[in-house]
């Protein structure tokens, strides 16, 4: 993982540790939305907002939106759409699984010159695990495995999340994923989560 994208995420961390407490429990019906972060050498930046609804503690449906830019005039966005299903191990912990499909569009404008376009389709299975550290705090750890259905997006991916209780229904979500492509991305995500 990137360094300063390490350093950052220890740093949310412990400022959560100070916040208010609330009973923590597993919801799967939320929208959290807020800041995204890529560490490639063009540095993407801009705006994620995700959803989630479970149907009477069965099959989740899942829904993204990432939109980025950088310095270099090159606008990316990703839409997502998933099903997943949460097994129980115990009281505090679960076993996620989740199989998404992704549409992606990226549009280069270049000074002075046309914008070239980009699209792609890929689909992707995650698996993972979640815990309840404390009783304001969760935790989750899931690796996900991209195809690219001929697109040439085929990737491997890490991602670790903490949640942070801020009210019964406001949560403060710290996410950090290692891209294992060439590139060798790590991206930073913190979100503001509402429960329902």
């Known amino acids: 993982m990137n360094l300063s994208i390490s350093h950052y995420f220890v740093f949310i961390l412990c400022t959560l540790s100070i ?11 939320y929208v959290e939305y807020g800041h995204t972060k890529d560490t490639a050498t063009d540095l993407n ?3 994620l ?10 099959v989740i449906v899942t829904g ?12 990316r966005k990703l839409y997502e759409f998933g099903v997943g299903k949460n097994i129980p191990m115990n009281d505090k912990s679960d076993i996620t699984l989740k199989a998404s499909t992704h549409y992606f569009n990226g549009e280069y404008t270049p000074p002075s010159l046309s914008t070239e376009k980009t699209t792609a389709n890929f689909n992707s299975i995650s698996v993972g695990a979640r815990g309840l550290l404390t009783k304001t705090t ?31 229904n406001f949560h403060l979500v710290a996410e950090a994923v290692e891209l294992t492509n060439n590139d060798k991305i790590s991206r930073l995500n913190i979100l503001l989560r509402h429960s329902f």
């Open 138 to 168: 969760r935790a989750s750890v899931g690796y996900t495995s991209q195809i690219s259905c001929g697109s040439g997006m085929d990737d491997n991916f890490l991602t670790l999340q903490v949640v942070r209780d801020l009210t019964k």
């Open 45 to 47: 930046k801009g705006f």
């Open 49 to 58: 907002i995700r959803g989630s609804h479970q149907f009477k503690n069965t």
């Open 64 to 75: 993204g939106y990432r939109v980025t830019d950088n310095d270099v005039s090159y606008e």
């Open 19 to 29: 916040v208010t407490s609330y009973a923590a429990e597993f919801n799967d019906n």
